[in-house]
């Protein structure tokens, strides 16, 4: 089976900072571009952030115009991580981060910035 988890989530002040991880099993990341989306309370899902699967040298990534400059998407050197460094957080921020990979998803870390 593909899990997909999420982690490092939580409260933080405008301003500050977190570091959001996904690890995978199930699925061979590096073959498949991977994304974050978010969903706010109230609000549709809003894609954030894609980083192609293409060897590092070549990979790219891709942002929101919302988190462009503030926030980073990476993967881990095991290709099995994902990570999301988050900058700069505004309260627009606020919301459940997903991982996406191949059509599936995580089960959400939640990020309040308050």
């Known amino acids: 089976d593909v899990q997909l988890v999420e982690s490092g989530g939580g409260l933080v002040q405008p301003g500050e900072s977190l570091r959001l991880s996904c690890v995978a099993s199930g699925i061979t990341f590096s073959r498949h571009d991977m994304s974050w989306v978010r969903q706010a309370p109230g609000k549709e899902v809003e894609w954030v952030a894609v980083?192609?699967?293409?060897?590092?040298?070549?990979?790219?990534?891709s942002y929101a115009d919302s988190v462009k400059g503030r926030f980073t998407i990476s993967r881990g050197t095991s290709n099995a991580m994902m990570y999301l460094e988050m900058n700069s957080l505004k309260t627009e921020d606020t919301a459940m981060y997903y991982c996406?990979?191949?059509?599936?998803w995580g089960q959400g870390t939640q990020v309040t910035v308050s």
């Open positions: 996406a990979c191949a059509g599936y």
């Open positions: 980083i192609t699967s293409l060897p590092s040298l070549f990979r790219a990534a």
